[in-house]
C-alpha cells in the first residue's frame, strides 16, 4: 500500500462515540480503548489471523517499530502508541498504527479503524478537525478496494448520520457499503423498521450488534447479546441474519474473500508493474565498480553509448532517443543555423549606396590606384581594394556563427554524456570536463579555420566557377545603354541596371573617361562577390560536417580518456594502468 497499490481493506467508519472500537474489539476479543469524547485518533489497521497455538500473539507497528504487547495492555499500548503519533491532546494524525492480533478463534480479517467524525471541536481540538477527519476518511474509503463498515447508532436518525453522507460520496449506490447498527439493547423501539426500511441505501445489508458493556468479559457478552436478540420482545423479530457479533464475523469474511478475489488478479498485474519499474530504476541506480574489469566495462560502456548517441543525432539524422526534444534533432538545428549564417552574409552585403552615388565608389578607388600606364586599362589593384572592402563588410558573421553552432554542439554533447554517464558518479565529472575541453578545442580549430579563409579572400581573386563569366556578361550587356546615359545629356539622367534599380548617372556626366571602368569594376565585383559568399557558405557547411565526424568518431574518445587517465578519477585502483594500456592500443 505504500508503494500506492490499494489492497482490499475493510474500513470502519462513523460518527464519533457510535461504536467502531467496540465493533472491532467484539470481534478480535481483545480491549481497545472505548469511551465517550474521541478515543480514536489515528487510522489504527487490526490485522487479526485465526492461530493454532492458544497463546495469542499481539504485536503494535508504526513509525518502523514492532512492539510486542499482551492481551492486558493492549488497549494502554494503543493509548501511549496514539500519543506518541498525535500528541497528548485531542489532535489526530493520519499516520497510521497497526495491530496485529494473532489468536486463536479470530476470523481472519484486516479492518481499519478510523477517527470517529464531529462536526464541533472539543476544548483543545483544532477549528478544523471536522475537516482534517474527513480528509482521512475519504482518503481510505475512496479506493473502489475498500468495503465501507459503517458504523451507526441504534439510537439515531441514519439519515442524519455523518458516516452515510460521507460513504454515499464515494458509493452512491451502497454496493461496497455494509452497516453494523450498535447499542442495540439501548434503542430497541423501532430498529427492526429503521434495517427493513433501508432509507440510506446500504447495498451489502444490516447487521444489528450488542457490543461488551463496562468490564463484561467477551464471552458474557456474546451470551448477553445472544439472549438479548433471542428474547426481547422487539428484537427478537428481526430476522438471525441480521443479528450478532458471529453473523458480522462471518459476512466480513465473506465480503472480504469475494473482494479479493475480484481485486486480485488486478493487484498482481499492479505489483508486476511496480516491480518492473523499480527494477528499471534500480538498474538507472550508480553502480559500484569494485574491479577493474568493472570500471573497464562500465567506462566502455557509457562512451560506446554516448558515441552512438552522438553519432544518430549529429549525423544520421535519427531522433529515436530524444523524439520529443527539437533541441536534440541536431541535422535539423544545424541546418536552420547554416541558413540563417547564409542569409545573414547576404543582408550584411546588400548595397547601400543610394541611386545618386552609382558608380562614384569604384571612381574614387580607380582614381587612388591608378598609375602611369596605358588608358583603358582595368588596374587589379582597384578590384583588390574593392574586394577587401567587402569581405571586411561581412567580417564578423562567420566568427559568430562559429561561436553560435560550437555553444550548441557542447549543449548537446553534455547532455548526452550525461544521460550515458548519470549511473557512475565516479565517471561522470570527468567526462562533463573532457567534453567541455574537447568542444573549446574544436571551437578554436574552427576559428582558426574561418580566419584563414576569411584572409585567403581578402589576399586575391579566383575562381573556376563558370558562373562568374555568365553573370558578369549579363551585367556588362548593360555598359552601353549606361554610357549612352552618360554620355548624351539630352536624355533623361535616370537609367535601370539589373541588380541596382534605376540609378541616376548626372553626376558622372562630368568624369565619362572613367566611367565604363567604373563601370566594368563594379560588375566585375558583382558578380564575383555572389561567388564569394556562396563559397563562403559551403566550405562552412564541409568544415562543420568534417569536424561533427572527427568528434564524434576519435576526438570524443581521445580526449575522455585522456581526462580520466590525467586525473585518475576513476574509484578503484588499477583502472589507471588498464587506462594506460586501453589508451595505447585506441593511439594505435
Ligand atoms: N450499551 C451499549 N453501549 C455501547 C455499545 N457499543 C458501544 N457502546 C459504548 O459507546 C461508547 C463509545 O464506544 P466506542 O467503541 O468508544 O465508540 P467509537 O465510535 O470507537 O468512538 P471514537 O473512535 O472515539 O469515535 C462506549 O462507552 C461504549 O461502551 C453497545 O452495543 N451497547
Same mark, same amino acid.
Given at each position: 500500500m505504500q508503494e500506492g497499490i490499494q489492497l482490499p481493506t475493510i474500513v470502519v467508519v462513523g460518527d464519533q462515540s457510535s461504536g467502531k472500537s467496540s465493533v472491532l474489539e467484539s470481534l478480535a476479543g481483545i480491549s481497545l480503548p472505548r469511551g465517550q469524547g474521541i478515543c480514536t485518533r489515528v487510522p489504527l489497521i487490526m490485522r487479526l489471523e485465526n492461530h493454532l497455538s492458544p497463546q495469542p500473539e499481539i504485536f503494535l507497528e508504526f513509525d518502523g517499530k514492532v512492539l510486542p504487547t499482551d492481551e492486558e495492555n493492549i488497549s494502554n499500548a494503543i493509548s501511549a502508541a496514539t500519543e506518541e503519533i498525535a500528541g497528548h491532546g485531542k489532535g489526530i494524525s493520519d499516520t497510521p498504527l497497526t495491530l496485529?492480533? $494473532? $489468536?486463536?478463534?479470530?476470523?481472519?480479517?484486516?479492518?481499519?479503524? /478510523?477517527?470517529?467524525?464531529?462536526?464541533?471541536?472539543?476544548?483543545?481540538?483544532?477549528?478544523?478537525?471536522?475537516?482534517?477527519?474527513?480528509?482521512?476518511?475519504m482518503e481510505f474509503i475512496t479506493p473502489e478496494e475498500s468495503v465501507i463498515l459503517n458504523v451507526l447508532s441504534a439510537s439515531v436518525d441514519f439519515t442524519t448520520c455523518e458516516s452515510i453522507r460521507m460513504s454515499q460520496k464515494v458509493d452512491k449506490n451502497g454496493e461496497r457499503t455494509l452497516a453494523v447498527v450498535t447499542k442495540a439493547d439501548k434503542a430497541p423501539e423501532g430498529l427492526l423498521e429503521k434495517v427493513t426500511a433501508d432509507d440510506v441505501n446500504i447495498g451489502l445489508g444490516y447487521v444489528c450488534v450488542r457490543n461488551r458493556i463496562g468490564d463484561e468479559s467477551y464471552d458474557e457478552a456474546r451470551a448477553l447479546e445472544a439472549?438479548?436478540?433471542?428474547?426481547?420482545?422487539?428484537?427478537?423479530?428481526?430476522?438471525?441474519?441480521?443479528?450478532?457479533?458471529p453473523?458480522?464475523?462471518?459476512?466480513?469474511?465473506?465480503?472480504?474473500?469475494?473482494?479479493?478475489?475480484?481485486?486480485?488478479?488486478?493487484?498482481?498485474?499492479?505489483?508486476?508493474?511496480?516491480?518492473?519499474?523499480?527494477?528499471?530504476?534500480?538498474?538507472? /541506480?550508480?553502480?559500484?565498480?569494485?574491479?577493474?574489469?568493472?570500471?573497464?566495462?562500465?567506462?566502455?560502456?557509457?562512451l560506446g553509448c554516448a558515441k552512438e548517441s552522438l553519432r544518430k543525432i549529429l549525423i544520421r539524422a535519427e531522433f529515436d532517443?530524444?523524439?520529443?526534444?527539437?533541441?536534440?534533432?541536431?541535422?535539423?538545428?544545424?541546418?536552420?543555423?547554416?541558413?540563417?549564417?547564409?542569409?545573414?552574409?547576404?543582408?550584411?552585403?546588400?548595397?547601400?549606396?543610394?541611386?545618386?552615388?552609382?558608380?562614384?565608389?569604384?571612381?574614387?578607388?580607380?582614381?587612388?590606384?591608378?598609375?602611369?600606364?596605358?588608358?583603358?586599362?582595368?588596374?587589379?589593384t582597384a578590384f583588390l581594394v574593392q574586394l577587401q572592402k567587402k569581405v571586411k563588410g561581412i567580417y564578423s558573421a562567420p566568427f559568430e556563427f562559429v561561436d553560435k553552432i560550437w555553444n550548441y554542439i557542447e549543449n548537446v554533447v553534455v547532455r548526452v554524456l550525461k544521460h550515458h554517464s548519470d549511473n557512475y558518479p565516479q565517471l561522470s565529472f570527468s567526462i562533463r570536463r573532457a567534453a567541455l575541453n574537447l568542444v573549446a578545442k574544436k571551437k578554436k580549430q574552427s576559428i582558426d579555420w574561418v580566419?584563414?579563409?576569411?584572409?585567403?579572400? $581578402?589576399?586575391?581573386?579566383?575562381?573556376?566557377?563558370?558562373?562568374?563569366?555568365t553573370a558578369l556578361n549579363q551585367l556588362m550587356?548593360?555598359?552601353? $545603354?549606361?554610357?549612352e546615359a552618360v554620355r548624351d545629356h539630352g536624355m533623361p539622367p535616370e537609367v535601370h541596371v539589373n541588380g541596382f534599380g534605376q540609378v541616376d548617372v548626372a553626376h558622372l556626366r562630368n568624369?565619362?573617361?572613367?566611367?565604363?571602368?567604373?563601370?566594368?569594376?563594379?560588375?566585375?565585383?558583382?558578380?564575383?562577390?555572389?561567388?564569394?559568399?556562396?563559397?563562403?557558405?559551403?566550405?562552412?557547411? /564541409?568544415?562543420?560536417?568534417?569536424?561533427?565526424?572527427?568528434?564524434?568518431?576519435?576526438?570524443?574518445?581521445?580526449?575522455?580518456i585522456q581526462s580520466c587517465w590525467a586525473h585518475r578519477e576513476m574509484d578503484c585502483s588499477g583502472c589507471s594502468t588498464s587506462l594506460l594500456l586501453w589508451r595505447r592500443s585506441v593511439r594505435g
Open positions: 496485529i492480533v $494473532k $489468536k486463536k478463534g479470530v476470523p481472519d480479517l484486516t479492518m481499519v479503524d /478510523l477517527p470517529g467524525i464531529t462536526r464541533v471541536p472539543v476544548h483543545g481540538q483544532p477549528d478544523d478537525i471536522y475537516e482534517q477527519i474527513s480528509r482521512i476518511i439472549t438479548l436478540f433471542e428474547t426481547h420482545p422487539l428484537l427478537s423479530t428481526i430476522s438471525k441474519s441480521m443479528v450478532g457479533i453473523v458480522l464475523a462471518q459476512r466480513l469474511v465473506q465480503i472480504q474473500a469475494s473482494i479479493i478475489v475480484k481485486c486480485l488478479p488486478d493487484i498482481v498485474r499492479k505489483i508486476n508493474d511496480k516491480l518492473s519499474a523499480n527494477m528499471e530504476d534500480m538498474n538507472k /541506480l550508480p553502480k559500484n565498480l569494485g574491479s577493474v574489469a568493472e570500471a573497464m566495462t562500465a567506462f566502455m560502456h557509457v532517443e530524444y523524439p520529443d526534444v527539437l533541441e536534440m534533432h541536431c541535422t535539423a538545428r544545424l541546418a536552420e543555423m547554416l541558413n540563417q549564417y547564409s542569409d545573414q552574409l547576404q543582408s550584411n552585403t546588400k548595397e547601400s549606396e543610394s541611386k545618386h552615388n552609382f558608380l562614384r565608389d569604384e571612381i574614387k578607388d580607380l582614381e587612388e590606384t591608378k598609375a602611369i600606364g596605358l588608358p583603358n586599362f582595368l588596374p587589379r580566419m584563414d579563409i576569411v584572409e585567403m579572400e $581578402k589576399l586575391t581573386d579566383y575562381t573556376c566557377n563558370p558562373e562568374y563569366v550587356a548593360q555598359q552601353g $545603354k549606361v554610357m568624369n565619362v573617361e572613367i566611367v565604363q571602368e567604373a563601370f566594368d569594376l563594379k560588375m566585375r565585383m558583382t558578380a564575383y562577390w555572389k561567388i564569394v559568399l556562396r563559397r563562403m557558405v559551403d566550405c562552412m557547411a /564541409l568544415h562543420l560536417l568534417f569536424s561533427l565526424q572527427n568528434l564524434v568518431n576519435k576526438d570524443l574518445e581521445m580526449e575522455i
